[in-house]
């Protein structure tokens, strides 16, 4: 029975890509975590956080 080669450069290149591309993912998931956490602390008041700053009525133009 032939034994395998030995890895090549390329496939530690992949391979090293790989793990960066799931770190990378993993500190979005982070992210995107602690976001949601403070959307939710936000919203514990009652109000919506998409709508502050809102006036309501007739707004202004963007023309002026």
């Known amino acids: 029975?032939?034994?395998?080669?030995?890895?090549?450069?390329?496939?530690r290149n992949r391979e090293r890509s790989k793990q960066e591309r799931k770190?990378?993912?993993?500190?979005?998931?982070?992210?995107?975590?602690?976001?949601?956490?403070?959307?939710?602390?936000?919203a514990a008041d009652g109000s919506d956080p998409d709508l502050l700053g809102i006036v309501a009525g007739p707004q202004p133009s963007l023309l002026d």
């Open 23 to 42: 770190q990378e993912k993993e500190e979005k998931r982070q992210l995107r975590k602690e976001m949601k956490k403070q959307r939710e602390d936000l």
């Open 1 to 11: 029975m032939a034994r395998p080669g030995p890895a090549t450069q390329a496939k």
